[in-house]
């Protein structure tokens, strides 16, 4: 059975950011911890799911994504200054730390901390990944026909489609 939309796939990956030809590991999902996914649901990047279309179990494929196909590039309006008054007692947070934030419609993200002045604390919401190409190793695992429930919930349930249940 080939990659195509409904479909639940299972894949290993190793993941590496690549800037100037110069390949940095970032995660992996191994065979005791695989990725599955509902592909076409958009929960994957579009361009990851091209890369993959049509491949079948035992499959595997390296391919590299731009950054602009991927996490995009870096966006310098994404800079944020947050005035120190709003954490409270909790204390000032420390740089590099991703604060969870939540904009007045109720859509939620991550924000990582760059700098802290006395008056605010600079945080950058562009994505962690942003601007960087990425290089995906995989291995396809298993390719299965998605559930009426997992179509209808659209995303995967598990490699065996129950949740692990």
Same mark, same amino acid.
């Given at each position: ?27 992996? /999902? #191994?065979?005791?911890?695989?990725? $599955?996914?509902?592909?076409? &649901?958009?929960m994957m990047l579009p361009? +990851? ?18 950054? /602009? #196909?991927?996490?995009?590039?870096? $966006?310098?309006?994404?800079? &944020? ?5 709003? +954490?409270?007692?909790?204390g000032l947070p420390a ?29 950058d919401l562009n994505h ?38």
């Amino acid at each position: 059975m080939t990659i195509e939309p409904n479909q639940v796939v299972t894949l290993t990956y190793k993941l590496h950011t690549v800037e100037n030809g110069e390949k940095t590991f970032v995660e992996e /999902a #191994d065979k005791n911890n695989p990725l $599955d996914f509902l592909y076409g &649901a958009g929960m994957m990047l579009p361009k +990851f799911e091209e890369n993959i279309s049509g491949l079948k179990a035992g499959d595997t494929l390296d391919f590299e994504l731009a950054a /602009a #196909d991927a996490y995009g590039e870096i $966006d310098e309006q994404a800079i &944020a200054q947050l005035p120190v008054s709003m +954490f409270g007692d909790g204390g000032l947070p420390a740089v590099g730390e991703i604060l969870p934030l939540q904009d007045n419609q109720g859509n939620q993200f991550r924000a990582r901390v760059t700098e802290i002045s006395p008056e605010a604390v600079v945080v950058d919401l562009n994505h962690p990944m942003a601007g960087q190409n990425l290089h995906f190793d995989i291995e396809i695992l298993t390719v299965r026909p998605a559930t009426q429930e997992e179509l209808s919930h659209g995303h995967s349930h598990g490699p065996d489609g129950t949740h692990g249940h």
